[in-house]
């Protein structure tokens, strides 16, 4: 099964259930939407959901010509075990998303269960899963179900860090810098890193504080998450701009390329470029900086 690679800096949480949010989407910037079944949506409104996330996809099918479907389209279940879980499944392999989000994954078999349902209804291959890494069994094991990441006849391509429920669930606060936080992020991210997967941050839960925002996307940024999850769209600008590279970042790289590329250095490993030794490496750092500038539109 292919591995998807696409930009996903802005990552917005929408509810399945929010009407008005629904017909927002194609007019948004966010690289990536989470239609959530999950927590937006209260139980009495569950079923009412589905149907609206089935109504939504049907007038809105993939196409490349629909500003709708443009963005990575993501459903957001609840969890297998719970009296939902089922029927959103059904729900979201009809609806043919770009990948479903599974809540609360604790075990690589809470990953595989799901592929193999996916397998055994013949759903289409293009189908990936994302994985909500939100609980302390989680965190610790993030590394063996990352290796499902590995697998290439796996779906997973991405995890998606649930702060609000870690901090829940061990009694952490998250006031400042993330501080107590910062130590089993970074955990996540070097796991996701090792099962070749993307990474998206928590989201920021004060979505008025555009300041203190920009902060803990630079800090997401500086950490190796790939993007970061989101609670209203007023948020996606500010998103974009700190997971993209700046134009200094960019002339580096194509300067590494351009370097790489003359035909004195063709055979090299390792070469001098302005005062530094420049390693290929590095070249395959800049060519893939340079691939994800060109899908977002930076000036690559």
Known sequence: ???????????????????????????????????????????????DAREALRDYFLANPANP??????????????????????????????CKPDAILLPKVEIPQDVTGVTEILEETDA????????????????????EIAELGLRSTGRLDCFVVGTNDIAKETGTGMDGNRAYLVPWLMQIVLCAKAGKLDVID??????????????????????????????HPAQIDAANRAFSPDEAALAAARSIIEAFSL??????????????????????????????????????
């Open 202 to 231: 928590g989201v920021y839960n004060d979505f008025a504080d555009a300041a203190g925002f920009a902060v803990e996307c630079g800090q997401g940024a500086r950490m190796g998450f790939d993007g970061k999850t989101l609670i």
């Open 65 to 94: 010509a629909n500003p709708a479907s443009k963005t990575e389209r993501i459903i957001r279940i609840n969890a297998l075990a719970s009296e939902w879980g089922a029927e959103d499944l059904l729900a979201a392999r009809a």
């Open 1 to 47: 099964m292919r591995k998807t690679s696409r930009p996903r800096r802005s990552v917005l949480y929408v509810p399945a259930s929010n009407a008005k949010a629904l017909a927002k989407i194609a007019g948004l910037a966010a690289d990536a939407v989470i239609f959530d079944l999950e927590d937006a949506v209260a139980p009495e409104a569950k079923e």
């Open 124 to 143: 289409s291959e293009n189908i990936r899963l994302w994985a909500m890494i939100e609980t302390p069994r989680g965190i610790l094991n993030a590394d």
């Open 263 to 300: 035909p004195e250095n063709a055979d090299k490993g390792a070469i001098a470029l302005n005062g530094r030794m420049i390693e290929r490496l590095h070249l395959a750092n800049a060519e893939k900086m340079m691939a994800k500038a060109q899908m977002t539109g930076d000036k690559a």
